[in-house]
């Protein structure tokens, strides 16, 4: 069943190119321009004369929420909030006419994003899910939603949910841009062509496995691990650590990388290994001086970068290299190493990667 894996979570790393292609499938046509979102038919139009996005999701969902926040604010040009269910169920959440609160779930049955949905409902919130378990409990309760069709996920680790439900929240953003009119024709092409070769490109991070395995094999043994990216890649860079943490139990932390000089910088040394994610986007040179600043202070430092990147190779102690895309859908592919990372420290270490300690794979109670 785990398809010769040695883990579900393996498997369903490797799965990703045709996880991506499935939630793809029958939805956009490069060719001839078009993008279909059947579950969103009457709701495209919405979201579009939308003044409010709210996404309320957990854990990874969650981080998928920030990545469809730079999405929908770049390309559709609307305000949207990323809250954690939790918070906003709790906290009388304000709702004015034409909000959209959309949950991003999994398992569809996280029982405080079901009550932050139930909240928003009653609030006169037009609410929307972004599901994989089909028929579960958010696909029922919202309006409309669009499923993921990532294919059952085993592993307590969300891996190729994440990267179903990015490639979604792609879609609707760019489906919305495109009707608002925020996009051009040029940009809107581009982005379909790009997420049409995007299984092929995860595919040739994962050809990189042994490579990643290797690096893994040199930080079994650390204590604690910093993840740093900027833009889009910040949201990748929480999941990073989200990862480590639950499977491997080293201690962990993603943030904005200009974040840095406000505080974390003053852990790092030898002993603090540092993921940067350093893709060549608008924010390259900025994440290059951080690494500098990194390196400054000795510590040790993986870089993900774009394939052909000379300037960081040089700086750092390693690199991993990934195909370009388009900078709005970068996430689908750098959070890739890092999710093999995790799970070869993690076996490297003999965690149980499949149902790490303390966790289960949907939080029915709050
Ligand atoms: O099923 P959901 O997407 O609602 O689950 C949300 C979180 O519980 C989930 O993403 C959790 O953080 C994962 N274990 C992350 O790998």
């Known amino acids: 069943e785990k398809g010769g894996f040695d ?33 969103l038919r009457d709701y495209i139009g919405k979201l579009a004369n939308s003044k409010r996005i709210v996404f309320v999701a957990c854990g990874t969902s969650w981080h998928a929420g920030l990545v469809g926040e730079y999405l929908f604010e770049e390309l559709a040009r609307i305000n949207v909030e990323v809250e954690y269910a939790s918070e906003f169920r709790y906290r009388n959440p304000i709702i004015r006419e034409g909000d959209i609160v959309i949950a991003i779930s999994q398992s569809g049955e996280t029982a405080d994003t079901l009550a932050a949905l139930e909240l928003a409902k009653s609030k006169g919130a037009i609410i929307l899910g972004v599901c994989n378990v089909v028929g579960s409990s958010i696909a029922r309760v919202t309006h409309a939603g669009v499923y993921t069709h990532a294919g059952p996920e085993i592993g307590v680790a969300s891996t190729k949910a994440f990267t179903a439900q990015v490639s979604v929240l792609s879609l609707m953003a760019i489906a919305t841009a495109h009707q608002k009119g925020t ?30 395995k290797d690096i893994s094999k040199l930080f079994t043994f650390a204590s604690n691990f910093i993840f740093l990216g900027r833009g889009l890649n910040f949201p990748v860079a929480l999941e990073g650590a989200l990862k480590l943490k639950e499977i491997s139990y080293i201690h962990a932390e993603g943030y904005p990388a200009a974040e840095m000089k406000h505080g974390p910088i003053a852990l790092i040394d030898e002993d603090m290994p540092v993921v940067f994610i350093a893709t060549r986007d608008s924010s390259y040179e900025k994440v290059v001086s951080n690494i500098q600043e990194v390196k400054a202070r000795k510590g040790r430092v993986i870089a993900i970068v774009s394939a052909g990147e000379t300037e960081v190779q040089k700086m750092v102690d390693f690199t991993i290299e990934i195909p370009n895309t388009h900078e709005m859908l970068q996430p689908l592919l750098s959070v890739i190493p890092l999710q093999l990372l995790s799970y070869y420290i993690a076996v490297l270490r003999g965690r149980n990667v499949d149902q790490p300690r303390n966790l289960a794979k949907s939080v029915t109670v709050e």
Request: proline share 5%; glycine share 4%; hydrophobic share 40%.
């Open 7 to 39: 883990h579900f979570m393996l498997k369903e790393i490797f799965e990703q190119p045709k996880s991506i292609s499935d939630c793809l499938r029958g939805r956009i046509h490069p060719e001839e321009a078009w993008i279909k979102l059947g579950g």
């Open 183 to 212: 996009i051009t024709e040029d940009t809107f092409r581009r982005l379909l062509w790009e997420l049409q070769e995007m299984p092929k490109k995860v595919e040739m991070i994962l050809q990189k496995a042994d490579e990643i």
